[in-house]
């Protein structure tokens, strides 16, 4: 456990990813309690966020925000995560037209898997899906996506409760016997997002590289182009946050680190990511320094 909180924290999740449940206002206050020197609420996908974002920017003049999204793309290795920062306030149509696809998948998704779940006879509906997402997601973010796919967490408990599955274990499984939804292609849409001036990191890169694989992570590095990493987060083990960023030195890339929070912990009915925590990761304030030059760029 990370005892002391960090300077910054760049990688947060608000109601407006699907896996979330935390309000914006939520981080904002954090961070002005705590005398944060920057937040990035960086929501899978779309930055719907926005809107709320920059109202509520204006209540705590005290805390800098950096736009920011988290990309899930397909490449060599499968799917992986990709940190956006420094994202545009005014979103340009050939980003707008990524986020609208990103919706669709999110649809698309939720009904694949009700699909897949009825051919081996169990009875999971989109019905079912939406009074999951009721539970933790406010409507306005269900009428702006539609129905969804479900956190896992709380989908898990559903299949328990229902007799899909006997143990969380089961629930792992039970996606190797369908079809699952391809993510869009890395090489379309990160040159997209790079040319109208985000920052690209890989996240929480530990299982991407093989922990320290040096081969996989030029390997990864030549593939996706991306910028940064992600050398802190409490999916990396601390042994290998110093491996990371002395790789960032060596290749001239930023670093950055973020706590991956999901929800307001002191509000959390459905216990959602509860093992992720506001600010808790190791990552240093020079790195911070380092990334302010690169958006100044």
């Not at 920017?57 to 805390?63: I, L």
């Not at 799917?79 to 990103?102: K, R």
Request: hydrophobic share 35%; aromatic share 10%.
């Amino acid at each position: 456990m990370i005892e002391n909180h960090a300077a910054y924290d760049l990688h947060l999740h608000s109601y407006w990813s699907y896996d979330a449940c935390a309000p914006v206002e939520y981080y904002f206050r954090k961070a002005s309690e705590l005398k944060l020197r920057a937040i990035a609420i960086s929501e899978h996908f779309t930055m719907d966020s926005l809107p709320d974002i920059i109202a509520t920017s204006r209540k705590y003049p005290d805390v800098r925000f950096i736009p920011a999204v988290e990309m899930t793309v397909r490449c060599s290795i499968g799917s992986l995560d990709m940190l956006c920062l420094g994202m545009p306030l005014e979103i340009p149509t050939e980003i707008e037209e990524i986020f609208e696809e990103y919706r669709q998948w999110q649809r698309d998704c939720g009904k694949a898997i009700s699909i897949g779940m009825q051919s081996l006879g169990f009875d999971y509906t989109e019905k079912d899906r939406l009074e999951l997402l009721k539970k933790y997601r406010p409507a306005k973010t269900i009428e702006k996506h539609g129905i969804t796919h479900v956190q896992n967490g709380i989908q898990r408990t559903h299949f328990i409760n229902s007799g899909y599955i006997k143990s969380p274990e089961e629930y792992g499984k039970l996606f190797e016997k369908f079809p699952r939804t391809p993510y869009p292609d890395a090489e379309r849409i990160l040159p997209v997002l790079k040319h109208h001036g985000a920052l690209v990191m890989i996240a929480h890169p530990t299982n991407y590289f093989n922990k320290n694989d040096i081969k996989r992570m030029d390997a990864l590095r030549e593939e996706l182009g991306f910028e940064g990493i992600e050398c802190a987060h409490d999916l990396i083990p601390q042994e290998l946050t110093p491996f990371y960023r002395d790789y960032c030195v060596r290749h001239k890339l930023f670093s950055s680190g973020g706590s991956d929070s999901h929800a307001d912990h002191s509000d959390n009915p459905c216990r959602i990511a509860t093992q992720h925590e506001f600010a808790r990761h190791i990552g240093e304030g020079k790195w911070l320094d380092e990334i302010f030059e690169r958006l100044k760029k």
